[in-house]
T-cell receptor, first 112, second 114 residues
Framework: NAGVTQTPKFQVLKTGQSMTLQCAQDMNHEYMSWYRQDPGMGLRLIHYSVGAGITDQGEVPNGYNVSRSTTEDFPLRLLSAAPSQTSVYFC???????????FGSGTQLSVL | GNSVTQMEGPVTLSEEAFLTINCTYTATGYPSLFWYVQYPGEGLQLLLKATKADDKGSNKGFEATYRKETTSFHLEKGSVQVSDSAVYFCALSPPIYNFNKFYFGSGTKLNVKP
């Protein structure tokens, strides 16, 4: 049972480049979410989804796009990367009716 | 608004020392409260939780009590081990969001020396 899998683990981008951070879970969780972790600021919610075809914004959605075409996958897209998006990104899911979040191991992104 | 404030770290303790990591919160309504732990190179894992006032969450020797009057959820452990070295995050989820939104503190790094 793999849980929540994030790829890649590390990525370096140049300003203006685009990329997609992948997140997949094999626990059949309807709820999935993306957080960014910055020093001194903890984790902040970017976007979340309560099921296929349904997404909503969190605290810091600007500069990020998401879609949810399957229960298993919830990719995060950066259309034009900026240095301010340098961060560690975590994907998390949770079972229905449960408050416990299951986190992936993170993607460390640097934008130069 | 919703926010969580944690004591700044790092906190450095000797093995078998008593641990307290302070956490206070501001929230809409009466949120559920959580402590998550992050070991190096890994994602966060739920350590314990409390869903209503005066509830005590506990796990692996760690405890935290939901104090509505002081809006606090301090993490304690009576005797820390080297293996407890990690970053600890306090978090809340307001009931209005049905556990779709979580707010995390900035994290407190704990170093335990043998």
């Amino acid at each position: 049972n793999a849980g929540v899998t994030q790829t890649p683990k590390f990525q370096v981008l140049k300003t203006g480049q685009s990329m997609t951070l992948q997140c997949a879970q094999d626990m059949n969780h309807e709820y999935m979410s993306w957080y960014r972790q910055d020093p001194g600021m903890g984790l902040r919610l970017i976007h979340y989804s309560v099921g296929a075809g349904i997404t909503d914004q969190g605290e810091v959605p600007n500069g990020y796009n998401v879609s949810r075409s399957t229960t298993e996958d919830f990719p995060l897209r950066l259309l034009s990367a900026a240095p301010s998006q340098t961060s560690v990104y975590f994907c998390a899911s949770r079972p229905p009716g449960d408050e416990k979040l299951f986190f992936g191991s993170g993607t460390q992104l640097s934008v130069l | 608004g919703n926010s969580v404030t944690q004591m700044e770290g790092p906190v450095t303790l000797s093995e078998e020392a008593f641990l307290t990591i302070n956490c206070t919160y501001t929230a809409t309504g009466y949120p559920s409260l959580f402590w998550y732990v992050q070991y190096p190179g890994e994602g966060l894992q739920l350590l314990l939780k409390a869903t209503k006032a005066d509830d005590k969450g506990s796990n692996k020797g760690f405890e935290a009590t939901y104090r509505k009057e002081t809006t606090s959820f301090h993490l304690e452990k009576g005797s820390v081990q080297v293996s407890d070295s990690a970053v600890y995050f306090c978090a809340l989820s307001p009931p209005i969001y049905n556990f779709n939104k979580f707010y995390f503190g900035s994290g407190t790094k704990l170093n335990v020396k043998p």
